[in-house]
């Protein structure tokens, strides 16, 4: 198993991952669930560490992946700009998480308040999202570029 394969198994994570947080995060406050609440805290923190295992893996599969035909600099370049971007902003959200949780423990901070703060910035971020998986898409998904989605 190489880089790129690791790439690929990680890079899924935290993509699918924030959709999953969100969902849950929407579950917990409208069903006013405490324990739905904490558990997307925890979920939000894994994130992050599934974020940093996609993103360490990346260089070592652009380099496989740059050997193919076809395959140019701009492309991998613009996905691992936009990747550094969804990066950086599931850290972002994972330390909020990580603080809220501490917090909470010293009975400092209203759960419901940081889990809103929490689902606001995971909507925005799950645009970064889909856009770092759109770049990655377009790398060997030529299809994707074309916009053409033919059924055999």
């Given at each position: 198993?190489?880089?790129?394969?690791?790439?690929?198994?990680?890079t899924h994570l935290p993509v699918v991952g924030l959709g999953f947080a969100i969902?849950?995060?929407?579950?917990?406050?409208?069903?006013?669930?405490?324990?739905?609440?904490?558990?997307?805290?925890?979920?939000?923190?894994?994130?992050?560490?599934?974020?940093?295992?996609?993103?360490?893996?990346?260089?070592?599969?652009?380099?496989?992946?740059?050997?193919?035909?076809?395959?140019?600099?701009?492309?991998?370049?613009?996905?691992?700009?936009i990747a550094a971007w969804f990066l950086t902003g599931i850290m972002a959200l994972?330390?909020?998480?990580?603080?809220?949780?501490?917090?909470?423990?010293?009975?400092?901070?209203?759960?419901?308040?940081?889990?809103l703060v929490l689902l606001m910035l995971a909507f925005l971020l799950s645009l970064?999202?889909?856009?770092?998986?759109?770049?990655?898409?377009?790398?060997?998904?030529?299809?994707?570029?074309?916009?053409?989605?033919?059924?055999?």
């Amino acid at each position: 198993m190489n880089s790129a394969h690791l790439h690929l198994m990680f890079t899924h994570l935290p993509v699918v991952g924030l959709g999953f947080a969100i969902v849950v995060s929407l579950f917990a406050h409208f069903w006013k669930s405490d324990d739905l609440k904490m558990f997307s805290l925890w979920a939000y923190i894994i994130l992050g560490g599934s974020a940093i295992l996609a993103y360490v893996t990346g260089d070592g599969s652009a380099e496989i992946i740059k050997t193919y035909p076809g395959i140019t600099e701009e492309l991998t370049e613009t996905h691992e700009e936009i990747a550094a971007w969804f990066l950086t902003g599931i850290m972002a959200l994972s330390a909020i998480a990580a603080i809220g949780l501490f917090y909470l423990k010293k009975g400092k901070v209203n759960l419901r308040k940081i889990n809103l703060v929490l689902l606001m910035l995971a909507f925005l971020l799950s645009l970064v999202a889909i856009q770092t998986a759109a770049t990655s898409g377009k790398i060997r998904h030529t299809e994707i570029e074309q916009g053409i989605y033919r059924v055999p």
